[in-house]
C-alpha cells in the first residue's frame, strides 16, 4: 500500500511539473501569396503587388519593415506570407517573409 502511494505522489509530482511547463503560445496565421510587384515605396514601408493567388487576387497593399529585402523588386514576382490567413478587399496587409524571387518573363 505505502508503495502504491509513493507511485501516485510521484505520477501527480510528474503531471504538475508538466503542466506548470507548458507556456502559452502565440499562434501566428500567414498566406502565402505570389504576385508580380508594381510600385515600392522604401520611405513609406508599402509596397503594391499585383497578388496572381487564388486567396487574394488584384493589385493590392502591403507594408513591410526591411527595406533591403524590398529593394530592385519592382516588376519581379515574388512568393511572399503576410501576417494574416485572410484577405480582405481594403486591408493592408504586412510582408512577414519573401520566400521566392523569381523574374518575370
Known sequence: ???MKKCWVVLVSILVFSVLSIHSVQAVD???LTGIVRNVYLKS??????VKSQSCPGVRQFT???TVDMEGLEGKKIS?????SVCKIGGVYKIRTI???VSVQ
Not at 514601408?45 to 499585383?50: F, H, M, R
Open 30 to 32: 500567414e498566406l502565402y
Open 80 to 84: 511572399f506570407s503576410i501576417d494574416s
Open 64 to 66: 513591410f519593415d526591411n
Open 99 to 101: 520566400t521566392q524571387e
Open 1 to 3: 500500500m505505502e508503495r
Open 45 to 50: 514601408g508599402l509596397a503594391v503587388v499585383d
